[in-house]
Each structure stands twice: as C-alpha cells, then as structure tokens.
C-alpha cells in the first residue's frame, strides 16, 4: 500500500513543481517549498513516535524521496539529507533529543558529516572549530550534525583516529551565504558552516562507530523499532540516492511530455522514429531498474534486523554496491534521453535542462563514488576480508 506520507506528496505535486523555479533562482529552499514540506510530513518519517514522528519503514521513506525529486531536484535532495537526521538523533541521548524536539517536533537538523573540523577535549565535553561544505537545506535548520576529529586537550588528535558527530543550536555556528554557487541543484542551498569555538557538551555527540552498528546502537539508545537498528550507512546514502533516482524519473516524465508531439528538423514526428522510441523504453527500464534495486536493498537489510537476524558486512557492502550503481545507472539513463531531445531541451524554460544538471550534481556526493566500494564488495563475494579503508562508508 502506498504510504499515506506519499499519497500527500502526489496531491500536491503540482504546486510542489512550481515552486521548483523560484527554489533555484533563490539558491535554497522558497518559503512556499518549505511549507508544503512541512504538510507532507516528509521530515517527520524517521522521527520517533514520542515526538510526533512515525518511525516509518526506510522504503516507505525513500519512495517519499523520489516522489518530491521527480517534481523539484533540490526540494527533493534535502527531504533525502535532512530528513534521514531524525534516524541518528533517534541514537543520541535523550537530553538532547528533548532540546531538539521537546519545544518544537518540526525542527529540522542539517548536516554535513564529513571530518571538516576538530573537537578539542574540554571539561565536560569539546570545543569545536572549524569549517564544513555542503550544508544541504541549512537555512530552514534549527540545529546541525557536523563530523569532527577528536583531539586531546592540546590539539593533538586522538589515536587510533576516532571521528564524533557533534550537534549544534543555530545560534554556535555561522552560515556562510555566498558559499553555493553550483551549475545543478542549486534551490539546496547547500552552503558551508563555520565554527569557531563553541563549547559542545558531551551529551550532545556520538562516536561514529557507534551509529554505524546498527543494532547495538539501538540496544543503547532503547530503541526497539526495526528502522533505528540499521547501520548508518545502509541509512544515510538512501535519501541522497532516492533523490537522485527521483530527479531521473522527473527527466523521464519531461521528456515523454516533450516528445509526444514534437517534429524534429526533418520533419519527423518522434512517435514515428523507432531510435528515439528505443531510446526511451531503455532509459524507462533502466531508472525503473534503480528504483526496484535501491528499495529492495534496503527492504533486505529491514526485515533482516526486524527477524532479529544479525546485519553482516558483506550484507551492508552487497547492499551499499547496488546502491551506487543504481545511481550512475539512473543518471546515464538520463543521459540517454536528453541526448535525443533537441537543442530546444537546452532552453531555460525547458524542465529537462533542470533535471539532468541536477542528476548530475547529485551523482557528485561522495556516497556515490564506486571506487572502493566496489573493491570492497568484490572482496567479500569472493569470501575475502576487507581491511582498512576498503571498510570506510559501508
């Protein structure tokens, strides 16, 4: 059955795609996006049920994901980045989930994650500075997670390396607002973050090692929702990845209503040339490919840990591959149709334009590079292990 989350979304499609000129015009979010979000309940999926969330099942969420990306890229890839940080604040101690949620169950949490600074051990927690990119919806944000090195009190980092995820009000920390000036999703307004000194109780982090054990992160949350036992990064590539797919199908859309009754410069009506028409039914077959993979991948991992099954590495890397893959399969499926949609298709006023520079911008994030996670997945279906980085963001 169709998540009743979705159902909302698709009632409003229509006025979630207009906003979609204005968001990128703005560079971030319009005041119109951020409410239809908000009558959506999008941000609210992976939020528990104590603060007015729905603890919702991870595929649910994700094909709410795809279904605001396929009207507006950029609205779409900050319901995939914000609206996974309910999930990890769901781990962190509940002092802090009352300072977040407690006064206001609608506040939304931006990130980045990546260790673009230092917490410095202090008494009774850190002080942290530095400076993050890609703080994807930061202006509509009330507090942010950012990834940070743990250093001793004199500055000198911890060893072995142990990376925090440390969580700031708005008030400790500095947006930078000419920091975003990109060629696609531009409405995210993903603009970088400066910190300078600001004092971070201990209650207020969480070792990254912790998140991304899944269950045991859960047992020590008290957590017993299956969606709050799944490893972090089956977790956080899954929004960004839908929203990637979700822009595909928003090009494919496009570009079916573009072509129905276009004439090319010969004289050809479209519905009559047999290349183009190929060319659709593949790219169709292969977005539709990304999305069945992404949502069964992740629905796999869910019905593992709801058994009470334990969630294995090969499990996380096999899962993790085909996600990458469905992204760049998505994405070259976009390539496919805009490449036969005419030199009109490069016009402003044109959506397909919009679309493909978002798909690929979106294929940019770091969760998408195949490198090592390929490696790493052919290493553990051949029954070998793994070692150092080959383990990184699996």
């Known amino acids: ?4 989350v979705v159902s909302r979304i698709e009632e409003l ?10 968001t990128e015009r703005l560079g971030k979010l ?3 996006s951020v409410k239809l979000l908000r009558q959506t309940g999008i941000m ?9 969330g729905l603890a919702a099942h991870p595929r649910d969420y994700a094909e709410a994901v795809m279904a605001v990306s396929k009207h507006c890229g950029s609205t779409g890839w900050v319901t995939g980045v914000v609206g996974a940080h309910p999930w990890e604040m769901a781990l962190m101690d509940r002092r802090l989930q009352d300072e977040v949620w407690g006064e206001n169950p609608e506040a939304w949490i931006a990130s980045p994650y990546a260790v673009m600074g230092v917490a410095k051990q202090a008494d009774g927690g850190y002080t942290l500075n530095g400076r993050w990119a890609f703080s994807s919806g930061t202006d509509h944000c009330d507090w942010i997670f950012l990834g940070a090195l743990l250093a001793d009190p004199e500055g000198n980092p911890v060893m072995p390396p142990t990376v925090l995820h440390v969580v700031l009000p708005r008030k400790d920390y500095t947006i930078v607002d000419d920091s975003w000036d990109v060629i696609g999703l531009q409405g995210t ?5 400066i910190v300078d000194g ?3 109780p201990a209650y207020r982090t969480i070792e990254m090692e912790a998140v991304a054990e899944g269950e045991r992160a859960a047992e020590r949350a008290g957590r017993t929702d299956t969606v709050y036992k799944l490893p972090f990064w089956s977790m956080f590539p899954l929004g960004i990845t839908a929203a990637v797919i979700g822009i595909a199908e928003g090009a494919l859309a496009a570009h079916l209503d573009y072509q129905r009754n276009r004439v090319t410069a010969t004289g050809t009506m479209i519905k009559d040339d047999p290349i183009v028409l190929s060319a659709i039914s593949e790219a169709a077959a292969d977005i539709a490919a990304s999305r069945s993979q992404l949502l069964d991948g992740i629905s796999r991992l869910y019905d593992l ?5 334990p969630i294995s590495f090969e499990d996380r890397a096999v899962v993790r591959r085909n996600q990458v893959r469905c992204a760049w399969r998505a994405v070259a499926a976009v390539d496919q149709i805009f490449a036969r949609s005419g030199g009109n298709a490069a016009r402003r006023q044109n959506v397909m334009q919009r679309f493909w520079r978002d798909a690929h911008v979106g294929l940019q994030h770091a969760i998408h590079t195949p490198g090592s996670i390929y490696h790493s997945t052919a290493l553990t279906t051949m029954g070998l292990e793994p070692e150092g980085p080959l383990r990184m963001m699996i």
Do not use: C, N, V, W
Request: hydrophobic share 35%.
């Open 30 to 32: 319009s005041d119109e």
């Open 1 to 4: 059955m169709t998540h009743e």
């Open 189 to 193: 307004g993903s603009k970088d973050i």
């Open 13 to 22: 499609s229509g006025q979630l795609a207009a906003t979609a000129p204005e």
């Open 44 to 52: 609210r999926m992976l939020q528990p049920t104590e603060y007015g």
């Open 305 to 309: 840990a709801d058994a009470g099954k």
């Open 198 to 200: 600001a004092f971070i």
